[in-house]
């Protein structure tokens, strides 16, 4: 008999137009997830210039020794929308307030949103 698999999945949603360059979420799952899939990528701007260069998004999320291992996904231009579909191993309990920090702030006058799907 196959064991259902526990699955949480958590959006995340944020008007970019501040310069912190910082995104806070209260994430609490109920199970000690093996796994987090990044998904549903979506950036829009109302920005009428072409926004330049590429933003980075990293978190405490993920175990990472350098910024490009904690690196969930990137976006540039005033329209992204994307499925990267990207899974990082995780083996421990997620429960508090986590981090997203993605670089460029002043270049980035709009909306971001993706989806964390954890499952064990």
Sequence with gaps: MEQKKNRVTVYIFEDLNVLSGTITKDIDI???PKTVRVNNLLYFSN???IEAGISLVTSDLV???TSLDSTLFTFCGNKTAINPDVTFNLNKSVRGIYTFKYTRPGDR?????FSLTFED
């Design 30 to 32: 109920p199970f000690i």
């Design 47 to 49: 920005e009428t210039a």
């Design 63 to 65: 175990d990472g020794s």
């Design 109 to 113: 006058e709009g909306e971001l949103s």
